[in-house]
């Protein structure tokens, strides 16, 4: 434990507890490893990782890998464990609440790429498939939800639900990205693909099936 501060101006911090690995002049250096307990026949020992409570603001949590000047940066990575008899533990993104103001936003964004003729970082969300092949019931893949939030107000003209948007990314002297959702395929059920392009201030929607199709303008 760091010691304390026992002043009563804002200058007066705690002090500092750091945790590093040994340095290496040629090689990889030193690992740092937190672990917590283990139990034979009940739960491991639980890890948590928080700042503490304050009046005004609570202190921040970083995690980020170190930078390089020739290699890959470092990945990080937040995985469960595998359960063999039960199921797996979840992984919950979640921000806290606002008494006052407005909510806390979570973001992801996929890094940028400077070179000539090399693209910018991809983001994936898939959910988890079903994985046996039993021809009685091998389990359905997991399903993917995307929900704007709820407006609990009742007012009819300022409460409204959040929005969901869809949007191709920008090109500044080419095209535009494409926005497609597409249905899965199936070799038992009849399928289709939906292809919706976003062109000005037109919509264009296309159902392609053996014969079927709209189109939409001047929305």
């Not at 040629?26 to 700042?51: H, N």
């Not at 503490?52 to 390089?68: A, F, L, Y």
Request: charged residues 10%; without cysteine.
């Amino acid at each position: 434990m760091a010691g304390s501060s026992l002043g009563q101006y804002s200058e007066d911090q705690g002090g500092k507890t750091q945790l590093v690995g040994g340095q290496a002049q040629d090689g990889r250096g030193g690992s740092l490893g937190i672990s917590t307990g283990s139990s034979k026949d009940l739960s491991s020992g639980t890890m948590t990782l928080s700042s503490s409570d304050s009046k005004r603001t609570s202190g921040s949590i970083d995690i980020s890998s170190g930078v390089t000047s020739r290699g890959s940066s470092g990945t990080i990575a937040v995985v469960t464990g595998s359960a063999r008899n039960r199921q797996a533990g979840d992984i919950n993104v979640k921000v806290g609440s606002s008494k006052s103001q407005r909510g806390a936003s979570i973001d992801v964004n996929a890094g940028v790429s400077t070179p000539d003729g090399i693209s910018g970082g991809r983001v994936e969300i898939q959910a988890g498939t079903g994985s046996s092949f039993s021809a009685s019931d091998g389990g359905d893949g997991g399903s993917l939800v995307l929900m704007g939030g709820s407006a609990m107000g009742s007012s009819s003209l300022s409460d409204h639900g959040g929005s969901v948007s869809f949007q191709g990314g920008t090109s500044f002297q080419g095209q535009g990205g494409s926005l497609v959702l597409a249905s899965g395929v199936g070799t038992s059920f009849f399928f289709f693909i939906i292809i919706v392009t976003i062109i000005i201030e037109r919509l264009h929607l296309s159902v392609s099936s053996s014969s079927l199709s709209l189109s939409l303008f001047n929305l």
